[in-house]
């Protein structure tokens, strides 16, 4: 079945330094949405992309789609401690018969200040 | 509070009994969805559902695991002769009728097997 990796699985930074997570979809992927869950929390939409090779921010953040539409990117500049949590791409399969999310394993950032 | 309602948020059940949760979607939505996350996991795809249809029931278990979402009321995700592994987080989902939305969640339940 389609599954959905990221990595790094866990990651502890400095504050104040820069953080990425990727995901890799083994299938083609017609759209790609990343979610935030705080520890204790439930997972709250950040952005979804669309287009191969599309790249989007909203402040610090940067996410990219993948040319082939099977890999993203988050990448965080300058990390701040509310930036702590575990951080989910998930995507629909291109093609694919239902609506269904399939979420990737996640990655959990832990910022030291 | 338009968003994402679930109850109850924590539930304790012993070896052998049913879990019923229950989840009333955002205002307008007409999907729902059923999570499951395990501690320090990510969500796994359980059920897709719109009003009195599953959609897309791929990621739940064959045994003992039922959901539904009637034309009036919650949806319901019911666990019959719950077992320690089925402790676990549960999240439901919603999201508008068009596809390619984003997903809004609930607080989820928090179901503790003794």
């Known amino acids: 079945g389609q599954q959905v990796m990221q990595i790094p699985q866990y990651q502890h930074v400095q504050e104040g330094e820069d953080f990425t997570t990727y995901c890799n979809s083994s299938?083609?992927?017609?759209?790609i949405q990343w979610y935030k869950q705080r520890p204790g929390g439930h997972p709250v939409f950040l952005i979804q992309l669309v287009k191969s090779g599309e790249v989007k921010k909203q402040k610090r953040l940067t996410f990219q789609f993948g040319e082939a539409k099977k890999n993203s990117s988050l990448h965080i500049t300058a990390t701040q401690t509310t930036d702590v949590g575990t951080y989910f791409c998930a995507g629909r399969r291109s093609g694919g018969a239902t609506n269904k999310l399939i979420f990737g394993t996640g990655t959990l950032l832990a910022v030291q200040p | 509070n338009a968003g994402v309602m679930q109850n109850p948020r924590h539930l304790v059940r012993r070896r052998g009994q049913e879990a019923r949760l229950r989840c009333s979607p955002m205002k307008g939505h007409s999907h729902v969805y059923w999570y499951r996350q395990l501690p320090e996991e990510g969500l796994k795809f359980m059920v897709y559902?719109?009003?009195?249809?599953?959609?897309?029931e791929s990621g739940m278990p064959k045994e003992r695991f039922s959901a539904e979402f009637p034309k009036e009321g919650p949806s319901i995700l019911r666990i019959q002769q719950v077992v320690r592994g089925d402790s676990a987080a549960y999240f439901c989902?919603?999201?508008?009728?068009?596809?390619?939305?984003?997903?809004?969640f609930g607080d989820g339940t928090r179901l503790s097997i003794l």
């Open positions: 299938t083609t992927l017609s759209n």
């Open positions: 559902l719109q009003k009195e249809n599953i959609i897309d």
């Open positions: 989902a919603s999201s508008p009728v068009y596809s390619n939305q984003p997903q809004h």
